[in-house]
């Protein structure tokens, strides 16, 4: 499975295909501070960063896939910088 959940993480392993969106939309809606580790993947579809850029949670760790990281970095840097546990609500 691309998505590996555990309580407050979503692990995004390999190639992630728009079928893990409703598991990662769930994810989401259910943690109170949820991080995500894209560290092992090698593609993202459009879906998840679009989740992703909506729910705002921490970004543990960008992608280190070097062509990956270069399209989507730029996009989720600011999340990187959110400190661990703050609302990621209160700003919207």
Known sequence: MPLVFTETEARFE?????EDAL?????LKNSDA???DLSACTYLHT???QL?????????????DPSL???VEPLLNPLRLRPEGEDRRSDK
């Open 52 to 64: 992703l850029l909506s729910a705002r949670p921490r970004i543990a760790a960008p992608p280190a």
């Open 14 to 18: 390999d190639v992630c295909t728009v």
């Open 69 to 71: 990281a270069r399209w």
């Open 47 to 49: 879906a998840l960063l």
């Open 23 to 27: 598991p990662l939309l769930e994810f």
């Open 34 to 36: 949820p991080q995500v």
